[in-house]
Structure formats: C-alpha cells, structure tokens
C-alpha cells in the first residue's frame, strides 16, 4: 500500500540553524500538509499545500517557515532560525482531493526535531 | 474555531473484550467530517475510521464502530474483540465540510490503549 514517507526520523539541530524537513507524498496525491506535535501535545496543523501554492496556514506557520515542492515528488517544510521551542514531531500528510472519497489524509511516521 | 476533546488519556483493555474511546467536539458548523486515527508506536497514523455529519447511521469498519451523536457532539470508538495490535495511540479528529474553512484537521489529544494480553 502507498505511504507518505519522512525523512529524516529523527533531526538534531542547534537553536539559530535552518532545518529542512522532507516528505514524498503518496504519488498521485495532489494536497499537502504539515502538521507538529510538541510533546504532550495536541497534534496542529501547521500548512496545507495545493497547487504549488500556499492554501492555508496557521498562527504557528510565521516567516520562519516555508513549504516547497521543488521536484514533483518532495514536499518540505523549511525552519529558517530554529528555537527551543520549534522541538516537537513533524508530521507531512497528503490526499487525493476534495471530494468525499478522495479527501482522507495519509500520514507520515513523522520526523522528531529536537533544537539544542 | 473547532476544538476536539479527549478526557481519556490512557485507556486498558484485555484481549477479546471491547473498549470504547471518548471524543466530543464543539462546533458552530452543521456539516462536517470525524474521524479516528491509530497510532502505532514510531509508526504513522492510520485512518481508522470516517464519519460523515450528515449521516445518521454510525460507521462501522470490520470491529471498529463509531457512536455518533450530533446533538450531543460526541463521536465516540467501539473496540469489539480487542486485539494485542490495537495498541497504539488514538486520536479523533474533526474536518470542517466548508471549503472556506479549509481541510485541515483539528486533533484532540490522543487516548492511548494498552491492551493486556
């Protein structure tokens, strides 16, 4: 069965690095997001992806996040001055569509960011 | 904005019987979408199952069913002949049905069941 795979599992960072996060969604899928989980946590959305563009983001999404599909295969999520409080698990999500049987979300295992 | 609560934080089942996992949710919204998610440790969450607001007749996927009650905007998780692989994290989570509002998804914070062999 298709998955949405996430590398790396696991990064390490110091606090003030640039960060990318990658993810290559389930072929044939055509909306993208991302999602963190700061531990002990609700898991938030973070950014939706469509159309080489931007369709929505959230109050946590600020300037020092941005969302590419550089290639048609990967979707990464960059965090240009990480701080401490960046820490948490990444999730990268896609779907097929809109409509009722295309809109299900398919999920990374997720990349964990800890900030030193 | 929608919120999704989970007031079980951990949940514990022996194997065979049946547990069900709470979530309720607040909305202003007629129309929308919940589903459940599983969660296996260091595994990515899969969809358990889908709920559709406008139907009235609760899902049911294999041994998983759901207990939808629009009124009361409680979607809550039956577990019939619980299984040691239904250990996992579970979340509940609410779509809006509204293109305005977009597609993301709004999560609760997760119940996780340990089932006892």
């Known amino acids: 069965e298709p998955e949405v795979t996430q590398t790396p599992s696991h990064q390490v960072t110091q606090m003030g690095q640039e960060v990318i996060l990658r993810c290559v969604p389930i072929?044939?899928?055509?909306?993208f997001y991302w999602y963190r989980q700061i531990l002990g946590q609700k898991v938030e959305f973070l950014v939706s992806?469509?159309?080489?563009?931007?369709?929505?983001k959230s109050e946590i999404f600020d300037d020092q996040f941005s969302v590419e599909r550089p290639d048609g295969s990967n979707f990464t999520l960059k965090i240009r001055s990480t701080k401490l409080e960046d820490s948490a698990m990444y999730f990268c999500?896609?779907?097929?569509?809109?409509?009722?049987?295309?809109?299900?979300?398919?999920f990374g295992a997720g990349t964990r960011l800890s900030v030193l | 904005a929608q919120t999704v609560t989970q007031s079980q934080p951990e949940m514990s089942v022996q194997e065979a019987e049946t547990v069900t996992l709470s979530c309720t949710y607040d909305?202003?919204?007629?129309?929308?979408?919940l589903f459940w998610y599983k969660q296996p440790p260091s595994r990515q969450m899969i969809l358990v199952i889908r709920?559709?607001?406008?139907?009235?007749q609760n899902a049911t996927e294999n041994r998983f069913s759901v207990n939808f009650q629009k009124a009361a905007k409680s979607f809550s998780l039956k577990i019939s002949d619980s299984q040691l692989g239904d250990a996992a994290m579970y979340f509940c989570?609410?779509?809006?049905?509204?293109?305005?509002?977009?597609?993301?998804?709004?999560f609760g914070t997760g119940t996780r069941l340990a089932v006892r062999p």
């Open positions: 709920q559709e607001a406008y139907k009235q």
């Open positions: 072929s044939n899928h055509l909306y």
């Open positions: 992806f469509y159309n080489n563009e931007i369709s929505e």
């Open positions: 999500a896609s779907s097929a569509g809109q409509t009722i049987n295309k809109n299900i979300q398919y």
């Open positions: 909305t202003s919204e007629s129309d929308y979408y």
């Open positions: 989570a609410y779509r809006s049905y509204e293109k305005s509002s977009g597609d993301k998804l709004t």
